[in-house]
């Protein structure tokens, strides 16, 4: 395993795309996030946004890259055939599987915990000046407040589980585009039709089964009880996802050959 | 006349010319062709072309199928449109020619208790008697005056003055039409005479802030109106949208009339109250009246005389299906469009491609043409489909239709054919300039679906200046002034003009081609 794991490190690590993906993935997060909070205009105060869920806007943007980044370690070594060189090296498939997972999950949550302070500390910085701070009536968005960590850490956490999601997909597919496809359809998919559908029951539960709908719940600091479901049930909701993509993918890869 | 030297070589050189435009032709419809080969020929884009459409149509399907709102049918007013007529009417028959003078004293409203959750009008109304929870608020349309109609029938011909809520003296008449007379508040420092006059087929309102001085506000005619009419004093409130509440909730208004004198061949001298009910969301017996004396009178009454439109009542818009569709489409649309442009720089294809027309720009070009027009005669194809299907389940579901013109029909059928044609160009284009396959489709996504997941709950500027604002191509309910309502996407309603929207989407495509144009020609393939 950790044969394994250095490898896919090494592999990972020697991609140029991979830095300036990671790069992409903070850069963007962090830039929608605060021109989302430039945009938000409450004067009078007493607006019903919720601070933090304003913050990390970004991460409805900065997951798309974390699922290119995810999908490239599995599509790139078949694209390349490299694959079959993998494999052969280390025949126990699921190994490879577990040590690109467990290399992934590791970059993301390094990468997502700047990508997601960073955009809290710009919207701590912003949000005041456009009617949303502790002078409304607000409570300070500090990080270490309860609700605010439980956000924070869980956009990181989230932006992980896209990745494994991506990589199961990409498992299953091989294809990059059909697995990019694939896992940006599943996440954005779902909230449009539950906007656009009439029955406001059925769009309350395609939020709730929906793994953007659901995973992005952990976000929310105010108004809990009126979200489809509750901040980490909904967590559950994306990590049931993903290792549903996880042991998809990985039962491909061990009955197919590569 | 023999042609001199010069002119025969002048003539050599323009068929020349010419020749070189026929050959330049041939080369680019060859180049096309040879483009609808290379997709026609990889089985798995053929059938996932196929599939998106598929998709497309039976996600319509479905969300028309899940869509359970049944609503009674609104009545037609006089152009065929759906409208709303329901209102309390005291009034008199008026034979031939005639007038009706009444001052408003005061106008005052309220309305049900506002409901957290969002919903629609008939969700909060049909919650029981509110009668002794009604909290006070005018709604802006809130109106009282005097009306003259034919009969009370559902979606009568009618012209009216009255005082408004919060948009003065207006003077109404067949649902659509309006002119605006005083502006201002009614109230006890500021009330309001109103004068409706019949003289054949023409009637004219009047306002005047004294009942000394009047000003014409403006005529209507309308078409063969009887000899014998209804005219009388009228209030209604419609459906009420408080500022940052979630759902719209019934409202009722209550106006203080005074000073009411007739003029003309009243045959009766008693006046009729008529609670003249629609299928409009209301509050429940809060239509009342009240004779004070010979001409002053109280009446209450909820309701609204307008034109419909969407999410007043609670019936689905028929095009959220066909958007859900073309959403879906949309993504495999870009996923196979983005392939096309980047299988050839996968497998080296593109330099056999290029070294066979060096002209690079023409390539790309016939590659967008080629994507372009695939995904448009999907689209179009599954839109048609969609379209009667999706209309079918929702009748079937006792959901009320808005009337559809064939011209409004054929340009959501055009239209989101040519959404899906320009996507398939511009994910063209951005496969050309980015070669890998998860980058583009990525991009393509975010630029093409994303915004729509951040705006299209509220309709905001996402919904304007990025590609997804092309789905206002599907946008077909009328939009009123003169009703207040959530003009939002999910109830049909774009920020932008239809074909201002696609413009927008075409912009973009036209912006990334050219850039891939310059991209391809710069670097080595």
């Known amino acids: ?52 869920k304003i913050s990390l806007t970004g991460i409805y943007l900065g997951q798309a890259v974390v699922a290119v980044l995810a999908v490239m370690p599995v599509s790139g070594e078949y694209g390349t055939g490299m694959i079959r060189l993998t494999l052969a090296a280390t025949p126990r498939r699921l190994i490879v599987l577990a040590a690109k997972a467990a ?16 955009s809290l500390l710009a919207g ?15 409570p300070a968005t500090s990080a270490s407040d309860g609700p605010v960590l439980r956000a924070a850490a869980g956009s ?34 779902f909230p449009i039709i539950a906007v656009f559908t009439g029955n406001a029951s059925l769009s309350r539960h395609l939020e709730q089964i929906a793994p953007m709908t659901a995973g992005l719940a952990i976000q929310a600091t105010t108004g809990l009880n009126s979200l489809p479901i509750s901040p980490w049930a909904g967590l559950g909701v994306l990590a049931a996802w993903a290792a549903g993509a996880l042991v998809l993918g990985g039962m491909l890869l061990r009955s197919r050959d590569a | 006349m023999k042609p001199t030297r010069w002119a025969r070589i002048h003539d050599r050189g323009d068929d020349l010319r010419y020749h070189l435009a026929a050959r330049d032709r041939a080369g680019f419809t060859r180049l096309l062709w040879a483009e609808f080969t290379k997709f026609r020929t990889v089985r798995a884009w053929m059938i996932a ?25 609104a009545p037609a007013g006089p152009g065929g449109e759906g409208v709303c007529d ?28 506002l409901s957290p959750t969002s919903g629609n009008a008939f969700g909060v109304s049909s919650k029981g008697h509110l009668g002794s929870q009604l909290q006070p608020g005018l709604a802006p349309w809130a109106k009282a005056g005097i009306i003259l109609e034919p009969d009370t029938n559902q979606g009568t011909a009618y012209a009216a003055v009255m005082v408004t809520g ?46 000394a001085r009047w000003t014409e506000i403006g005529t ?22 408080p500022a940052g509440a979630g759902a719209p909730t019934s409202s009722v208004a209550t106006a203080t009339f005074d000073q009411v004198s007739a003029q003309g061949d009243l045959p009766r001298r008693s006046w009729t109250p008529d609670p003249v009910a629609g299928f409009y969301p209301t509050v429940p017996s809060a239509s009342t009246w009240q004779q004070r004396s010979a001409g002053a009178f109280t009446i209450s009454g909820s309701g609204d005389i307008a034109p419909l439109v969407g999410d007043i009542i609670s019936a689905q818009w028929a095009g959220a299906s066909i958007v859900n569709g073309t959403i879906a489409a949309l993504l495999s649309v870009i996923v196979i469009a983005t392939l096309f442009a980047t299988s050839e720089y996968r497998r080296g294809l593109i330099r056999t491609t290029f070294a066979a027309s060096p002209r690079r720009g023409r390539v790309l070009a016939a590659k967008a043409v080629v994507a372009g027009s695939l995904a448009f005669a999907a689209g179009a194809i599954a839109t048609a489909i969609a379209e009667v299907i999706t209309r079918h389940v929702l009748a079937a579901n006792g959901s009320y239709l808005f009337p559809q013109s064939g011209p409004a029909l054929a340009r959501v059928i055009i239209g989101t054919g040519l959404l899906l044609g320009l996507a398939a160009a511009l994910a063209v284009a951005l496969g050309t300039m980015l070669r890998r396959s998860a980058a583009a489709v990525a991009a393509g996504t975010v630029l093409l679906v994303l915004p729509g997941v951040l705006g299209s709950q509220s309709g905001n500027w996402l919904m304007r200046f990025t590609p997804t604002a092309a789905f206002a191509i599907q946008a077909t309910l009328p939009r009123s002034n003169l009703v207040t309502s959530a003009y939002t996407p999910p109830n049909g309603y774009f920020p932008i003009s239809p074909w201002a929207g696609l413009a927008v989407l075409a912009a973009y495509t036209t912006v990334a081609l050219a850039a891939a144009t310059w991209l391809v020609r710069q670097r080595d393939a």
Not at chain 1, 11 to 21: E, G, I, M, Q, Y
Request: charged share 10%; hydrophobic share 50%.
């Open chain 1, 1 to 52: 395993m950790r044969g394994s794991l250095h490898a896919e490190w090494t592999k990972l690590r020697t991609l140029a795309s991979t830095f300036w993906l990671l790069l992409a993935t903070a850069a963007l997060t962090v830039a929608v996030s605060a021109a989302a909070a430039a945009a938000v205009r409450c004067p009078a105060g007493g607006c019903a946004d919720d601070p933090a």
């Open chain 1, 103 to 118: 290399v992934l999950t590791g970059l993301i949550l390094v990468t997502g915990t700047i990508a997601v302070f960073a």
């Open chain 2, 166 to 211: 919060s948009h003065g003296v207006q003077m109404q008449y067949d649902y659509t039409h309006d002119s605006p007379g005083i502006a201002g508040p009614v109230g006890p420092s500021s009330p309001r005479w109103l004068r409706l006059t019949r003289a054949g087929d023409v009637i004219t309102g009047y306002d005047s802030t004294d009942g």
């Open chain 1, 156 to 189: 990181v956490l989230y932006l992980a589980l896209i990745a494994l999601l991506s990589l199961g997909a990409a498992t299953a597919l091989r294809e990059a585009a059909a697995a990019i496809g694939a896992v940006l359809g599943l996440l954005y998919l």
């Open chain 2, 86 to 113: 329901t209102y309390m009417f005291v009034h008199r028959t008026l034979a031939g020619d005639g007038a009706l003078t009444a001052r408003v004293a005061a106008l005052s409203g309220a309305h049900t208790p």
């Open chain 2, 49 to 73: 072309l196929c599939a998106a459409a598929i998709a497309f149509v039976l996600l319509s399907f479905l969300s028309a199928f899940e869509s359970r709102a049944p609503v009674p049918a």
């Open chain 2, 220 to 241: 209507a005619r309308l078409a063969r109106l009887p000899r014998t009419v209804q005219i009388g004093l009228f209030v209604t409130s419609p459906v009420y949208f």
């Open chain 1, 124 to 138: 701590a910085l912003i949000l005041p000046g456009h009617g949303i701070g502790p002078s409304h009536g607000y």
